[in-house]
């Protein structure tokens, strides 16, 4: 044999010798999951290399991990500086099986925008975890990637839908554009006391459900966090590193316990920070949404099923008290929440507990008149109920959850045999600058409020949150303050349409 045919057969047996060690070396692929090169997006189970180091000042890079419910089950969503993204490992029994998560979107320039990343899990799941070797900044809120899931789905879980229910809205620190700010800080500002307290007291909640309006600013600052206006940061205050300021880092423990329900306010209309909420919050993440000529202010009503819990998500961004919603087509507003209502009414209510979700309440006391009559809204909302099919809504709903006064709330109404009015619990008050209480609930008692009479009215001017028990036979409804105590005369059991005899 020549010499040059050997030289090239001993080339070829070192080649075929680092391809079979390389091959030996790689992991294997796990039940379910993928290997790097599967899906052409980069992933696999090595760590991404680490990315360049940011401009001296710049908020310190993090990936924040979550899970929320929305149509069709349980998905973890991962927001992270990354451009890839991590690996989810989801337990079931005793197998765990790795996923390569889904990106929805890439980061444009962080904190300003951050990569998404979503993944559903099944509801047979008993944990589910960010492997921390395949994201190269450090995750919150458990540093050990470990994210909530629905323990009522679990095999073996001793309840069909979530037994404690924490209620939490308006939560932002208000920045206006001009006037004097909110304090944000403990005291001035105590979202982080309340969502620190609801994730313990009265009991862990295995859901949360926020009730609306994240971010409350006006402008951007680097108070209470860096991340919104700090060294680096946009010149905006409609960014990811504003929700990180203003939700995600005061909520970190509350996000940590539970998976959560988010409804959409006023705030997280188009014309507001509605491109946060559809990038981020939204039950289907967007980046169009929001885009010109149509922007979506009126996003179709969607059922979330926490198990034998039905919720009905309504988008009611644009239906604000205020004169002109930003960027809201104010024309459309009466035909689309009628149209709205009906499908909710002939569509999404099912038999079992229904909860209607909206961020502006369709009733709510915020005033009384000089003749001694309330003062309520929302008339937009309350005439789309009445121009429907039914002229009310369906009999099954049992409870309207909202937020947007900035008060504690509870209103039923007188029950009769030809209409249906459900109990409205209004939870505004958690860490946005409260609103005035000018009347004594008492006092209203009977009174009208858009042709019914008032039955039950408890109204607390007081920071905390609302916690929701199912009791086997009905549901408890009790609010608790900032620092987790309950609040004398609001511990109510649910009685068809009325919660009578609050202790």
Known sequence: ?????????????????????????????????????????????????????????????????????????????????????????????????????VLESTVALYPTTATVCTRRVAATATAARIDTATSPVPLRPNTNGAVPLPNWTQPGSPTSRPANVALIGDTGCRIPAAGTPQACTPQGWPFQRVATNAADEPAPPNLVVHLGDYIYRSRPGPTPSPFCGGPGTSPSMHTWGCLVADFFQPAARLLAQAPFVFVRGNHETCGRSGEIWFRYLAPTPSLTACGAPNPEDFSRPVRIDAGTLGLLLMDTSCASDEANPPSCALAQRAARYTAQFNEVNNSLVRDGDNFLLSHTPIWAVRGQTAAGNPVWIDEILSDAVAATSL??????????????????????????????????????????????????????????????????????????????????????????????????????????ARFPNCL
């Open 391 to 496: 002229g009310i809504l369906d009999r099954r709903i049992d409870l309207v959850l909202a937020g947007h006064i900035h008060l504690y709330q509870m209103l039923t109404f007188e029950t009769s045999a030809q209409f249906h009015r459900p109990p409205v619990v209004t939870v505004g008050a958690s860490g946005t600058e409260l609103d005035p209480k000018t009347w004594q609930d008492s006092a209203l008692i009977g009174r009208l409020l858009d042709g019914v009479a008032i039955g039950e009215l408890i109204t607390v001017d007081r920071f905390g949150y609302g916690v929701l028990r199912d009791t086997g036979a009905t549901w408890n409804l009790r609010f608790f303050n900032q620092f987790g105590t309950r609040v004398p005369g609001t511990n109510c059991n649910l009685v068809g």
């Open 1 to 101: 044999m020549k010499r040059r045919c050997v030289a090239r057969l001993a080339l070829v047996a070192g080649l075929l010798a680092v391809v079979v060690l390389g091959s030996a070396m790689a992991p294997a692929a796990e039940p379910g999951g993928s290997r790097a090169g599967d899906r052409g997006d980069g992933g696999g189970y090595g760590p991404t290399p680490p990315p360049t180091p940011p401009p001296p000042g710049t908020p310190t890079q993090e990936a924040w991990a979550w899970t929320q419910l929305i149509p069709g089950g349980a998905q973890v969503r991962v927001a992270t500086p990354a451009t890839t993204c991590p690996i989810l490992v989801v337990t079931t029994g005793a197998q765990a099986v790795r996923h390569q998560m």
